[in-house]
């Protein structure tokens, strides 16, 4: 293994990463997926199984942070005038309270509003970037790419939810960029437990199609093993 790199036990193998060249990515964990009352809920979820995924994202994000990675979260909404919202996305579902309408939370997916914020568990720090984006893939129509290689960033631990829409279509996004993404299966939730096990299968299948998948624990475990502190970004 190279130096300065950490091993972690995945599936469907080791995944050695340049702690220097890592982020970690929270996609969309935001109260209209995770809150009664909002997108996900009046989508006909139940929101309660994502709530799982806080407590170990919040000890992972402790670390991260603590260890000087690059974190960014990223939020799923859409511009007040909904400019950047199909038309189809919109109609889609024919929800009585869908994107732009006014739910318990404030504007459905609208940027502003308290429900398309970030859980108060979860909370970016000041420093962080938070990334707004209009579709499930955080790459489609932002400046996620750009901001990785301006950090000269390679491999992605990736967390959040969805795992089969956001944070699978996002995954599929990065790897077709050339970057390698751990997904943590503790950190990212579903509100269908079949598709959150074949969600993470698809991605490791293959020889890792996509990506590895690992738990937090054990990241924890190797970054804790490699004593390895980040040390100054590039
Ligand atoms: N509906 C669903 O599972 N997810 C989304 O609409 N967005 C994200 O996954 N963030």
């Known amino acids: 293994m190279a130096e300065g790199k950490i091993s972690v036990g995945a599936e469907p193998y080791d995944f050695e990463f340049d702690p220097r060249r890592t982020a970690l990515l929270v996609i969309d964990m935001q109260r209209d997926f995770l809150e009664p009352g909002g997108f996900g809920e009046q989508l006909g979820n139940d929101v309660s199984r994502l709530r799982q995924v806080i407590p170990p994202l919040q000890r992972l994000l402790a670390n991260m942070r603590e260890d000087g990675y690059l974190v960014i979260h990223t939020r799923e909404g859409h511009r007040a005038d909904l400019s950047d919202c199909p038309p189809a996305k919109i109609a889609r579902g024919r929800l009585s309270c869908g994107i732009g309408d006014v739910g318990p939370m404030g504007r459905v997916l609208v940027r502003g509003s308290y429900g398309h914020d970030i859980v108060d568990e ?86 890792g199609i996509f990506g590895w998948v690992t738990g937090s624990t054990d990241l924890l475990g190797a970054m804790a093993a490699a004593g390895a502190s980040v040390g100054g970004r590039i």
Not at 147 to 171: A, D, F, P, W
Request: aromatic letters at 8%; one cysteine or more.
């Open 122 to 207: 979860l909370k970016p720090l000041s420093d962080e970037a938070v990334l707004d984006k209009p579709g499930k893939g955080a790459f489609f129509a932002t400046d996620l790419d750009l901001m990785l290689r301006n950090h000269g960033i390679e491999s992605l631990v990736v967390t959040g939810v969805t795992t089969e829409v956001c944070v699978n279509t996002t995954v599929r996004e990065a790897n077709d960029r050339g970057y390698e993404c751990l997904v943590l299966d503790d950190c990212v939730g579903s509100y269908f437990p079949e598709f959150q096990e074949y969600a993470l299968r698809m991605i490791k299948a293959q020889g």
